[in-house]
């Protein structure tokens, strides 16, 4: 079955310690998403990729990183410059920017 | 600039009685619009989707919204509300020929009651 997967479901993480989510898709889309997601906020847009090893900052890239060094890998690294980080994240795909995205299952993060 | 509004954080309907989920856009292009519901702890799932053919757009699950220019709206509906549709609903907006970029509303949480 073609789809997106996104590891761990749950993720605990100390302050101070940086922490990577895992999104893979094997449906040999172009471009991918990564979304934070906060009670009562709907989704905002972190990094996203249009195309292998490149990537541009979204709307609230600040303390997070990205790489896209294959096409079905987009992971996402939480810093631990990242003031907020307890959030439930969702990885995305679309066949080229601008085409309908969907989704993978979430990271949920907690900061202990 | 683009942005989206859903009217009402929570809607509460009685099994059996019509769904509407309400949502406005602001958008200075042609847009695209869609709805996706969300289950709690789960992704997001594509509900449907307008990209300029037919105004009145049919879904997954017997839900169809209709795209207004005039009043700027894409409003959710369904005739006949069921257990199963309790969740939470997502308008998002996107413009043509751009990045992909999706702009999201804050969400609507529908509760179904017996």
Same mark, same amino acid.
């Given at each position: 079955d073609g789809g997106i997967t996104q590891s761990p479901k749950y993720l605990f993480r100390k302050e101070g310690q940086n922490v990577t989510l895992s999104c893979e898709q094997n449906? #040999?889309?172009d471009a991918m998403y990564w979304y934070r997601q906060d009670p009562g906020q709907g989704l905002r847009l972190i990094y996203y990729s249009q195309i292998v090893n490149d990537f541009q900052k979204g709307d609230i890239a600040e303390g997070y990183s990205v790489s896209r060094e294959k096409k079905e890998s987009f992971p996402l690294t939480v810093t631990s410059?990242?003031? #907020?980080?307890t959030a439930f994240y969702l990885c995305a795909s679309s066949i080229q920017g601008g085409d309908t995205q969907y989704f993978g299952p979430g990271t949920r993060l907690t900061v202990l | 600039a683009q942005s989206v509004t859903q009217l009402g954080s929570h809607v509460s309907v009685s099994e059996g009685a019509l769904v509407l989920l309400r949502c406005n856009y602001s958008s200075s292009v042609p847009p695209y619009l869609f709805w996706y519901v969300q289950y709690p702890n789960q992704g997001l799932q594509l509900l449907l989707k307008y990209?300029? &053919? &037919?105004t009145l757009v049919k879904g997954i699950n017997g839900f169809e919204a209709e795209f207004k220019k005039s009043e700027t709206s894409f409003h959710l509906t369904k005739p006949s509300a069921h257990m199963s549709d309790a969740a939470e609903y997502f308008c998002a907006v996107s413009g043509r020929g751009n990045t992909g970029k999706l702009i999201f509303g804050q969400g609507t949480t529908l509760q179904v009651k017996p």
């Open positions: 449906l #040999n889309h410059a990242q003031k #907020n980080p | 990209t300029s &053919a &037919a």
